[in-house]
């Protein structure tokens, strides 16, 4: 009974002790983080506007949808989730979050593999590869725009000289291509980022279980499949989560790389646009508000999975 107290009084020290040490960090996210984004949420509920926030009404759920009734039984339904222009700016949101974030893995895995072996020179291929991740999103953006400008850009002569295209493409004007523009971008400069989470989970893999597997005899690729591969895959899975949730909230680089359209328009880009463009302050609310419920119903779900799973391999 002692010794029970005893590791009582201890855990509760400790957890004392942890409380102690996440205070100055759970009041300056209270500071800068949660207060902004209950004022968002409650903005969401108003029919604020830039002139007139501190008279904001409160209208309920009309900025998410409301249904008017014209008369002899006859209405329509206003409000976001009434509005195709938000519906395809998440549709390009999805779309952009699942195709770069796959690439970005697949690319990042292989370049992992590679910088985890041994040869000449490793330290500064390393440092190298970095070099995209390290540049501020702000300046990839537009020194991309310039290589893929329709009239002097390097991306259209290459392609030219090559006999690829035969005539200049206006990569991020064209609706065509915008999105192609994009994800071409965030692919150079965010799979770094996943090559150097991945490499960590390779850098933890035992070396004698591949020294094991190759007296036995067993082929790189089964080697790969059945070992590499279910070893670093939480890795890979925390990974997959941090980058998916920063793809969602992509902002920066398609508003610098493109224009204002419909083809390239994310639900960051959309919610923008009506805080600070339409001066529709409470629309643009309500449109940062679901965007946050994503990634929070995102990040949720992966803490719960990751939980019950960790729970499973202890039971």
């Keep these: 009974m002692a010794e029970t107290a005893k ?5 509760r020290s400790r957890t004392r002790s942890a409380w102690l040490f996440l205070a100055p ?23 604020a506007s830039l002139d007139l926030m501190s008279d904001a009404r409160w209208v309920g759920f009309r900025n998410y949808l409301e249904y008017v009734e014209w008369g002899d039984g006859e209405g329509q339904y206003y409000g976001l989730l009434a509005d195709a222009r938000w519906w395809r700016s998440v549709w390009n949101t999805i779309l952009f979050a699942v195709v770069s974030v796959s690439f970005e893995t697949l690319f990042g895995l292989v370049i992992a593999l590679v910088l985890n072996q041994q040869f000449r020179g490793r330290g500064l291929v390393r440092a ?11 300046v990839s953006a537009k020194m991309w725009a310039w290589m893929l400008h329709d009239q002097f850009g390097i991306i259209n ?11 200049p493409i206006a990569w991020t004007a064209s609706p065509d291509t915008a999105m192609v523009a994009v994800l071409m ?3 150079w400069k965010t799979t770094p980022f996943m090559a150097l989470l991945i490499l960590a989970g390779l850098q933890m893999v035992p070396q004698d279980i591949y020294e094991a597997a190759k007296l036995d005899g067993v082929p790189a690729w089964r080697v790969f499949r059945k070992i590499t591969l279910p070893l670093i895959m939480p890795a890979v899975l925390v990974a997959v989560v941090f980058r998916t949730l920063d793809a969602l909230r992509v902002f920066d680089i398609v508003y610098v790389l493109t224009p204002n359209t419909d083809a390239t328009r994310t639900m960051s880009v959309y919610a923008r646009e009506n805080l600070f463009d339409y001066d529709q302050f409470a629309y643009g609310s309500a449109a940062s508000t679901l965007l946050f419920l994503v990634i929070a119903l995102i990040t949720i779900t992966f803490i719960m999975a990751t939980r019950m799973d960790l729970e499973g391999k202890r039971s």
Excluded: Y
């Design 185 to 187: 971008v965030d692919i």
């Design 7 to 11: 590791k009582s009084r201890l855990s």
């Design 25 to 47: 960090m759970l009041v300056t996210l209270a500071v800068v983080a949660a207060w902004p984004l209950g004022r968002t949420i409650w903005f969401s509920f108003t029919d």
């Design 128 to 138: 190298a590869v970095l070099i995209p991740w390290a540049i501020p999103t702000i």
């Design 157 to 167: 002569d290459m392609l030219q000289g090559l006999g690829l295209i035969s005539q």
